[in-house]
T-cell receptor, first 111, second 115 residues
Framework: QKEVEQDPGPLSVPEGAIVSLNCTYS??????FMWYRQYSRKGPELLMY????GNKEDGRFTAQVDKSSKYISLFIRDSQPSDSATYLC???????????FGEGTQLTVNP | SAVISQKPSRDICQRGTSLTIQCQVD?????MFWYRQQPGQSLTLIAT?????????ESGFVIDKFPISRPNLTFSTLTVSNMSPEDSSIYLC????????????FGPGTRLLVL
């Protein structure tokens, strides 16, 4: 079983839709939870990071962490064609362990 | 956030040859990381490079195949040695910040095709 599970999609939505991206994990030692956006032929770009459980909002993006369920989400409101990319969740503990990535979800927002 | 550049951005190489990838950061950092991303897949950590010490390799990666240099706090190289088609991938370097290296910033990647 993988430490981090993420549905690879692809996910296709119309412009303006609310997008929900999710990851589950098995390692209870994870404390920091990140979302990266990767455009085609580019390196991953850090979107948001959250420590422990709770919500964090940044513009149209909201990250949620539920440590009791070992479940994290990224919501994109009013999605735009420029949001079309692969979104990767990532997480790390506090013991100097390595960053563990999900497989990434490929998102297409259609105009 | 750090600005990271990589050279070359892409290359096509013959089986059995070696390629050295360079990673330059615009600020001094303690730890640099090298990842591989195979087509349609997520990122796999190859090794962690600290300045002034030997790189630490993850399971499945060895120094003879992926030698790494870290001569100063802003620069690192990864060499892919004796290449085979299975080494075709995107190679990414990254740097980290935070108490637990929890925020990582990535370079644009080097796309390698081995024929």
């Amino acid at each position: 079983q993988k430490e981090v599970e993420q549905d690879p999609g692809p996910l296709s939505v119309p412009e303006g839709a609310i997008v929900s991206l999710n990851c589950t994990y098995s390692n209870s030692a994870f404390q920091y939870f990140m979302w990266y956006r990767q455009y085609s032929r580019k390196g991953p770009e850090l979107l948001m990071y959250t420590y422990s459980s709770g919500n964090k909002e940044d513009g149209r993006f909201t990250a949620q962490v539920d440590k009791s369920s070992k479940y994290i989400s990224l919501f994109i409101r009013d999605s735009q064609p420029s949001d079309s990319a692969t979104y990767l969740c990532a997480m790390i503990g506090t013991s100097g362990s390595r960053l563990t990535f999900g497989e990434g979800t490929q998102l297409t927002v259609n105009p | 956030s750090a600005v990271i550049s990589q050279k070359p951005s892409r290359d096509i190489c013959q089986r059995g040859t070696s390629l050295t990838i360079q990673c330059q950061v615009d600020s001094q950092v303690t730890m640099m990381f090298w990842y591989r991303q195979q087509p349609g897949q997520s990122l796999t950590l190859i090794a962690t490079a600290n300045q002034g010490s030997e790189a630490t390799y993850e399971s499945g990666f060895v120094i003879d195949k992926f030698p790494i240099s870290r001569p100063n706090l802003t620069f690192s190289t990864l060499t892919v040695s004796n290449m085979s088609p299975e080494d075709s991938s995107i190679y990414l370097c990254s740097v980290a910040s935070g108490s637990y290296q929890e925020t990582q910033y990535f370079g644009p990647g080097t796309r390698l095709l081995v024929l």
